[in-house]
């Protein structure tokens, strides 16, 4: 498997991750949920990930329709 830094992969139990550092036996891989993990290169339960990116969660105040409580306020200055 060729990978490179910065590589989306997909791990089975870990999820989506970012791959930091690659060689022929160690692969680094950086998840949201645990961390920077090391895992064994030929043995990785991981696939890379190609032309497309992880989903993530969107913060409370980002998510479509949101309002701050400023918002439509008029300011008596």
Same mark, same amino acid.
């Given at each position: 498997?060729?990978?490179?830094? +910065?590589?989306?992969? @997909?791990? *089975?139990?870990? +999820?989506? +991750? ?7 036996? %160690?692969?680094l891989? !950086?998840?949201?949920? /645990? $961390? /920077?993990?090391?895992? %064994?290169?030929?043995?990785?339960? !991981? *696939?890379?990930?190609? $032309?497309?990116? #992880? ?7 980002? @998510? #479509?329709? !949101? @309002?701050?409580s400023? *918002? $439509? %306020?008029?300011?008596?200055?």
């Amino acid at each position: 498997m060729e990978l490179k830094a +910065g590589q989306y992969v @997909r791990h *089975a139990k870990y +999820g989506w +991750g970012t791959v930091v550092d690659y060689d022929r036996h %160690q692969t680094l891989v !950086f998840f949201r949920s /645990i $961390g /920077i993990k090391r895992l %064994q290169t030929d043995s990785a339960n !991981f *696939a890379a990930v190609t $032309g497309e990116t #992880p989903r993530t969660k969107r913060l409370s105040n980002t @998510r #479509p329709g !949101f @309002r701050s409580s400023r *918002a $439509g %306020q008029v300011s008596d200055g």
